[in-house]
T-cell receptor
Framework: DAKTTQPNSMESNEEEPVHLPCNHS???????IHWYRQLPSQGPEYVIHGLTSNVNNRMASLAIAEDRKSSTLILHRATLRDAAVYYCILRDPYNNNDMRFGAGTRLTVKP | GAVVSQHPSRVICKSGTSVKIECRSLDFQATTMFWYRQFPKQSLMLMATSNEGSKATYEQGVEKDKFLINHASLTLSTLTVTSAHPEDSSFYIC??????????????FGEGSRLTVL
């Protein structure tokens, strides 16, 4: 059973910001919110992760709702190389500690 | 950054043969590695969790006698597909945690190994 819900697909224009939503209404207090992306025929690539506070890194920003039941991955300026499947995953380091992928969101970036 | 390497990246074998896929953490120690399988146009499916020095934990529906996992050191885990059949053809991916950031840190994924069974 999926712990996160994401739209199947989204489109963006090149050099515009992209907001990828993720719902995780059953998140537990010890779940970390992870985002990964996967290009065709490659292994997933780490994007960002967080627990409660918003996070920024060179790739993206992660905005976490105050109740933690949803989060948004923000790509500030989409490029053609950002076209990939983006996965939002909950990971509990204190229970199971595994990482299970849902269907993800396929992002298409138009030039 | 941390690197996980898989070998081979592609392998073609005859039905009934066994294939071994290696997963190495090149510049860090990994107490736990995860093995995934991905069919075309589908998401990654967790097969098993590999713990250094102990038996792997398999997900429901994954045959442990068919998919042998060995995690003999902190930098190497292997997946052996025994008596492979065409339905085992898939993209196999491993991932690892840096030991010092177990659990709360990010996972590093290998490039994947595409298995084709004729």
């Amino acid at each position: 059973d999926a712990k996160t819900t994401q739209p199947n697909s989204m489109e963006s224009n090149e050099e515009e910001p992209v907001h990828l939503p993720c719902n995780h209404s059953t998140i537990s207090g010890t779940d970390y919110i992870h985002w990964y992306r996967q290009l065709p025929s490659q292994g997933p690539e780490y994007v960002i992760h967080g627990l409660t506070s918003n996070v920024n890194n060179r790739m993206a920003s992660l905005a976490i709702a105050e109740d933690r039941k949803s989060s948004t991955l923000i790509l500030h300026r989409a490029t053609l190389r950002d076209a990939a499947v983006y996965y939002c995953i909950l990971r509990d380091p204190y229970n199971n500690n595994d990482m299970r992928f849902g269907a993800g969101t396929r992002l298409t970036v138009k030039p | 950054g941390a690197v996980v390497s898989q070998h081979p990246s592609r392998v073609i074998c005859k039905s009934g043969t066994s294939v071994k896929i290696e997963c190495r953490s090149l510049d860090f120690q990994a107490t736990t590695m995860f093995w995934y399988r991905q069919f075309p146009k589908q998401s990654l499916m967790l097969m098993a969790t590999s713990n250094e020095g102990s038996k792997a934990t398999y997900e429901q529906g994954v045959e442990k006698d068919k998919f042998l996992i060995n995690h003999a050191s902190l930098t190497l885990s292997t997946l052996t597909v025994t008596s492979a059949h065409p339905e085992d053809s898939s993209f196999y991916i491993c991932s690892a945690n840096q030991r010092r950031r177990e659990g709360t840190g990010e996972l590093f994924f290998g490039e994947g190994s595409r298995l084709t069974v004729l």
